[in-house]
Antibody, heavy 115, light 112 residues
Framework: EVQLVESGGVLVKPGGSLRLSCAAS????????MNWVRQVPGKGLEWVGR??????????DYAAPVKGRFTISRDDSKDMVYLQMNSLKTDDTAVYYC??????WGQGTLVTVSS | DIVMTQTPLSLSVTPGQPASISCKSS???????????LYWYLQKPGQPPQVLIY???NRLSGVPDRFSGSGSGTDFTLKISRVEAEDVGVYYC?????????FGGGTKVEIK
């Protein structure tokens, strides 16, 4: 069974940093393009960014609101993908999902940015 | 950015009756590889989104066949042939032909 399990969401102050993790299982992780999508509670979905598989270059792309502040990385030896979030703003408060868009989404982890 | 517009915003359906959701994109979602990169998701209350349909009309394994997707270019439709109580939630369309990936605003389906 395909599983994605996010962790690392906490309450953090504006300007702070946080790293989210996503543990994958049940599929060939190294072949997957992994995405992060966020959702303000009660609102719609917003794509954050993605990392391609290493065979497709391993490159990353980001949405404009997070570019330069967030970094996505992967460790294929551990079947893990990460979202490093720096210079956090109150507008970054959301549930963060990792996803293989055509297959599975994780349960999400809540990040709250507040003083 | 490609704008995805879903209608209606909400839908109240009697069990056993059909339902239809429209999704229109501001640009064609047809890629040069011949595929059209339009997805449909359902987010049930308190749950993460789940994949229903990928590339316009391909049902993910395990998705009931009462769900079907159709369309081309910029106009797409998700149909539920006979709505069941478990189908309540918010339905989203999404395009992945161009960055940034963008979602429709969602259509909330409830049971009468």
């Amino acid at each position: 069974e395909v599983q994605l399990v996010e962790s690392g969401g906490v309450l953090v102050k504006p300007g702070g940093s946080l790293r989210l993790s996503c543990a994958a299982s049940g599929f060939t992780f190294s072949n997957a393009w992994m995405n992060w999508v966020r959702q303000v509670p009660g609102k719609g979905l917003e794509w954050v960014g993605r990392i391609k598989s290493k065979t497709d270059g391993g490159t990353t792309d980001y949405a404009a609101p997070v570019k330069g502040r967030f970094t996505i990385s992967r460790d294929d030896s551990k079947d893990m993908v990460y979202l490093q979030m720096n210079s956090l703003k109150t507008d970054d408060t959301a549930v963060y999902y990792c996803s293989i868009l055509r297959l599975k989404w994780g349960q999400g982890t809540l990040v709250t940015v507040s003083s | 950015d490609i704008v995805m517009t879903q209608t209606p915003l909400s839908l109240s359906v009697t069990p056993g009756q059909p339902a239809s959701i429209s999704c229109k994109s501001s640009q064609s979602l047809l890629h040069s590889d011949g595929k059209t990169y339009l997805y449909w998701y359902l987010q049930k209350p308190g749950q993460p989104p789940q994949v229903l349909i990928y590339e316009v009309s391909n049902r993910l394994s395990g998705v009931p066949d009462r769900f079907s997707g159709s369309g081309s270019g910029t106009d797409f439709t998700l149909k539920i042939s006979r709505v069941e109580a478990e189908d309540v939630g918010v339905y989203y369309c999404m395009q992945s032909i161009q960055l940034p990936l963008t979602f429709g605003g969602g259509t909330k389906v409830e049971i009468k």
